[in-house]
């Protein structure tokens, strides 16, 4: 089930082309991405310290992430991601293309 949300996080699309698609979000404190899935295999790297929470499953996870933390995840999960914290969450998302 997907978050409450009184905002949206904002995507940003950076550079797109025939290999890979790179987004920046922001979210401002309470904003989510909404329930989603992504058609393909995608890295992100976490540009702000913040407090993400995500839930994949029904299983919802929080933690703080800091400046360049990165993770890798495969195409197909589908997931919720939201800013649990008070000071703004921004990360760049890259999409593999095959």
Known sequence: ???ECTVPAVATVLAEDERAKITRWDFEPGATTGWHEHGMDYAVVIMT???MAYEVDGVVTEKEVKTGDSYIRPKGV???VKNAGTTKLSFI???TKR
């Open 93 to 95: 998302e890259i999409e």
């Open 78 to 80: 589908k997931h919720d």
């Open 49 to 51: 310290d913040a407090v």
């Open 1 to 3: 089930m997907p978050f």
